[in-house]
């Protein structure tokens, strides 16, 4: 037994891995675990370790104003600016599902460019996670259950803590002294997970020694299982050749397009959707805009290419007048920057816009079919006008009047 604690990494260990100087944005919910994850990376900040906290308050206790007061407090005493975003959507049936998607969506909408999200899961929330897929009859992808490291959108979500034993975590609070919320809705055995921790994983760990650290390792063993499939042979552009994926076996069609997901920082649908899938991208008629969605990403198909992206919001007609300078974020993805010499605008293509380049006047229409243009982007491309003069569509095309005007679209990769 004592060997074995050696082999475990401690806190320490693992926080030493991240790269300085980040900078990183953890997630601090205040528990133990994002306490210890805090205080450890705070202790680094004198190595040029650039760190901000992000506490995300559900509003579903009465006392989570007290628990944001509390992250605030604890992250000042270290040195540590930390913000709060409040949730204001209304929960759904499946609390835990509901709670984990707004958050991770609040999460990425805070981050600057270039910051890096941390998370606390250790190795104890791995083998939960193993347990939850294995028993809603996920394969491979699923059974891998949490990455160390993932796409978040533009950003990466880090799992420092992932190999690390929840013992090693409360050593460390204990050492330090840390002071750190509990959750009562962690008691609630109505949650699967909850029943899982207090129920399965201590009879598991009675009878098979290790259990937890063994759930944790083939989660591991399956990450690189799953690394070896490789989308590219099926890309195309920024999206999966339905030609090719129809040739593949229906097995390795599913992975392929898991694999594909997860590269991309999107959550993976239940496999049970995979035939709707299949069914709606590979026999729709070839004018049709199929699209299958599920919590947190949606797919969509434009000749014979099938897209992924985080749910589009919806378009509803748009004008904005712009100042001189300045930079915004953009309602439909990205953030727009600018330069003006005179009043403009920027609006959202209704149809009919034509653009001079050159010497000849272009439909838009037409240039968007030319370029292969989803459809889904045509109507979310903004269109920096002057009066009634287009002036560029997006970062595509610019007429001769923006030659001396600073006009960009910052488009992440993954949109």
């Given at each position: 037994?004592?060997?074995?604690?050696?082999?475990?990494?401690?806190?320490?260990?693992?926080?030493?891995?991240?790269?300085?100087?980040?900078?990183?944005?953890?997630?601090?919910?205040?528990?133990?675990?994002s306490?210890?994850?805090?205080?450890?990376?705070?202790?680094?900040?004198?190595?040029?370790?650039?760190?901000?906290?992000?506490?995300?308050?559900?509003?579903?206790?009465?006392?989570?104003?007290?628990?944001?007061?509390?992250?605030q407090?604890?992250?000042?005493?270290?040195?540590?600016?930390?913000?709060?975003?409040?949730?204001?959507?209304?929960?759904?049936?499946?609390?835990?599902?509901?709670?984990?998607?707004q958050?991770?969506?609040?999460?990425?909408?805070?981050?600057?460019?270039?910051e890096?999200?941390?998370?606390?899961?250790?190795?104890?929330?791995?083998?939960?996670?193993v347990?939850?897929?294995?028993?809603?009859?996920?394969?491979?992808?699923?059974?891998?259950?949490?990455?160390?490291?993932?796409?978040?959108?533009?950003?990466?979500?880090?799992?420092?803590?992932?190999?690390?034993?929840?013992?090693?975590?409360?050593?460390?609070?204990?050492?330090?002294?840390?002071?750190?919320?509990?959750?009562p809705?962690?008691?609630?055995?109505?949650?699967?997970?909850?029943?899982?921790?207090?129920?399965?994983?201590?009879?598991?760990?009675?009878?098979?020694?290790?259990?937890?650290?063994?759930?944790?390792?083939?989660?591991?063993?399956?990450?690189?299982?799953?690394?070896?499939?490789?989308?590219q042979?099926?890309?195309?552009?920024?999206?999966?050749?339905?030609?090719?994926?129809?040739?593949?076996?229906?097995?390795?069609?599913?992975?392929?397009?898991?694999?594909?997901?997860?590269?991309?920082?999107?959550?993976?649908?239940?496999?049970?959707?995979?035939?709707?899938?299949?069914?709606?991208?590979?026999?729709?008629?070839p004018?049709?805009?199929?699209?299958?969605?599920?919590?947190?990403?949606?797919?969509?198909?434009?000749?014979?290419?099938?897209?992924?992206?985080?749910?589009?919001?919806?378009?509803?007609?748009l004008?904005?007048?712009?100042?001189?300078?300045?930079?915004?974020?953009?309602?439909?993805?990205?953030?727009?920057?600018?330069?003006?010499?005179?009043?403009?605008?920027?609006?959202?293509?209704?149809?009919?816009?034509?653009?001079?380049?050159?010497?000849?006047?272009?439909?838009?229409?037409?240039?968007?079919?030319?370029?292969?243009?989803?459809?889904?982007?045509?109507?979310?491309?903004?269109?920096?006008?002057?009066?009634?003069?287009?002036?560029?569509?997006?970062?595509?095309?610019?007429?001769?009047?923006?030659?001396?005007?600073?006009?960009?679209?910052?488009i992440?990769?993954w949109?």
């Open positions: 037994m004592g060997n074995s604690a050696k082999a475990d990494p401690d806190v320490a260990d693992a926080v030493a891995g991240l790269a300085c100087p980040g900078p990183y944005v953890l997630a601090y919910s205040g528990d133990i675990d306490s210890v994850l805090l205080h450890a990376l705070a202790a680094r900040r004198a190595q040029g370790l650039e760190l901000r906290a992000l506490h995300v308050n559900h509003g579903l206790q009465p006392q989570a104003a007290d628990w944001a007061r509390h992250c407090s604890q992250a000042a005493a270290l040195g540590v600016p930390c913000a709060v975003l409040t949730l204001d959507a209304a929960p759904t049936a499946n609390l835990e599902a509901w709670a984990r998607e958050r991770y969506a609040a999460l990425q909408a805070a981050l600057q460019p270039g890096q999200l941390l998370t606390a899961h250790h190795r104890r929330d791995q083998a939960e996670t347990l939850l897929h294995l028993l809603r009859g996920s394969g491979e992808t699923g059974l891998a259950a949490m990455a160390p490291q993932r796409r978040l959108g533009p950003h990466r979500l880090l799992r420092p803590l992932l190999a690390v034993a929840p013992e090693r975590i409360a050593a460390y609070a204990k050492a330090q002294g840390l002071s750190w919320l509990e959750d809705a962690n008691a609630e055995l109505r949650f699967d997970r909850n029943f899982l921790r207090r129920e399965i994983l201590p009879r598991l760990s009675t009878r098979f020694a290790g259990a937890e650290r063994n759930l944790a390792r083939s989660a591991g063993l399956l990450g690189e299982l799953s690394g070896l499939i490789d989308p042979a099926y890309a195309v552009g920024g999206g999966l050749s339905l030609e090719r994926l129809a040739l593949a076996p229906d097995a390795l069609r599913g992975r392929v397009l898991f694999a594909w997901l997860r590269r991309r920082g999107l959550p993976t649908p239940r496999h049970r959707m995979l035939g709707q899938i299949w069914q709606q991208f590979l026999q729709a008629a004018d049709a805009e199929p699209r299958v969605a599920w919590p947190g990403a949606e797919l969509r198909r434009y000749r014979g290419v099938l897209y992924a992206m985080a749910p589009l919001t919806p378009v509803t007609p004008r904005w007048p712009l100042d001189a300078a300045g930079e915004a974020a953009w309602p439909h993805g990205g953030r727009l920057r600018w330069r003006l010499d005179g009043p403009a605008e920027v609006r959202l293509p209704q149809g009919g816009e034509q653009i001079v380049l050159g010497d000849r006047q272009r439909r838009l229409k037409s240039l968007f079919q030319q370029a292969g243009v989803p459809p889904w982007e045509r109507r979310r491309t903004p269109l920096l006008w002057r009066q009634e003069q287009l002036l560029a569509v997006g970062n595509r095309w610019r007429s001769a009047a923006t030659a001396s005007l600073l006009w960009r679209w910052e992440p990769d949109l």
